[in-house]
Structure formats: structure tokens, C-alpha cells
């Protein structure tokens, strides 16, 4: 009997812990504060902006890595594309596009973008996809989680990322 109760104990003591980890739906605030932030002027193999979609089913090989796509664009239009830790893709944007990218991100305005929390069940939770953004700007990193902020997708900033992101794939 002594056994058992210090075996519950401990359950109750690990469930304790457990809890203290288990992510809530409390919308995070994107960083910078400050609306309108402009895209990063660093080096030019820095990043400009990144796209990473995780969560689904699919077919990898072993050792590889699970469903993920990484779409990362640098300062200088480089662009990678990686999908389920395959080989890399990569070729450079056009100008027009860069310039598009960089107005896009310097317009947007980001602390009211993260000011909209997503309520729903995250899809990574049944096998779906969920991307996360990360904008690059002279104010810091601006990372945005499909489910912890509801991306519009009518936003131009992120339909310009789709678009992106279908070209890569197809590069």
C-alpha cells in the first residue's frame, strides 16, 4: 500500500510538470512594436524573410527530417527552398519581386497583424500544415506562427509569400 501511494505521488508530481508545458492559446506579441518597421539593410546573405511549413503526412527518407518546407529569401534575393529535407533548391528572385518584398515588409504593419490571436485548433494538431513566419527588419526579427496569430491571407504580404513559395517549389 505504501508503494502505491508513493507511486501516485509521483504520477501526480509528473503531471504537475507536464502541465506547466503544455502551450495555450495566448496570442504572442511580434516584435518589433513599432508599425512599419524597414526590411533589414545587412549583408547581403542575411535573411530577408523565411517561410517554414510544418506538420502534415508525408514520405520521407530516413534520417531526413519530418514534413517540413523552408522557404528562406536573403538580402540579396538568394532564394532556398527545402521541402521534407530534400536536396536544396536555389536561384534568385527577380529584381521587381525583392523590391515587392521589402515594400511589402516595410508597410506592414505587424504589432496589429499579431494582435489577432488564432482560436481555432491548430492544424499541425491532426495532420494538417501550419507555416511560421520571420520577417527580418532594421528593428529586430518579426515571427509569426499560423497558430498563435491568424494570418490573413488576403494580406499582400503573405500572398506574396505563396507566391513565392509555389514558384520555388517549381524551380
Known amino acids: 500500500m505504501k508503494h502505491l501511494f508513493v507511486c501516485l505521488l ?5 503531471a504537475a510538470c507536464g502541465a506547466a508545458d503544455t502551450p495555450t492559446n495566448t496570442p504572442v506579441q511580434a516584435e518589433p512594436t513599432q508599425p512599419a518597421a524597414e526590411p533589414a539593410a545587412g549583408a547581403p546573405n542575411d535573411p530577408l524573410a523565411e517561410m517554414v511549413i510544418t506538420g502534415g503526412m508525408c514520405i520521407v ?5 519530418g514534413c517540413e518546407t523552408a522557404l528562406t529569401i536573403r538580402n ?18 527577380q529584381s521587381e519581386q525583392l ?15 499579431a494582435a ?3 482560436t481555432d485548433t491548430c492544424p499541425r494538431a491532426f495532420d494538417g500544415q501550419a507555416a511560421t513566419y520571420t520577417f527580418y527588419t532594421d528593428a529586430g526579427s ?9 494570418i490573413d ?7 506574396l509569400m505563396q507566391q513565392l513559395l509555389e514558384q520555388a517549389s517549381q524551380a
Open 76 to 93: 540579396d534575393g538568394t532564394t532556398t527552398y527545402v521541402q521534407n529535407g530534400g536536396e536544396p533548391k536555389t536561384f534568385t528572385l
Open 116 to 118: 489577432t490571436p488564432f
Open 99 to 113: 523590391r515587392s518584398l521589402r515594400q511589402q515588409i516595410a508597410s506592414a504593419d505587424f504589432p496589429t497583424i
Open 10 to 14: 509521483c504520477l501526480v508530481a509528473l
Open 61 to 65: 527518407d530516413e534520417g531526413k527530417g
Open 142 to 150: 518579426v515571427s509569426l506562427d499560423a497558430c498563435e496569430t491568424a
Open 153 to 159: 491571407p488576403a494580406h499582400p504580404l503573405f500572398q
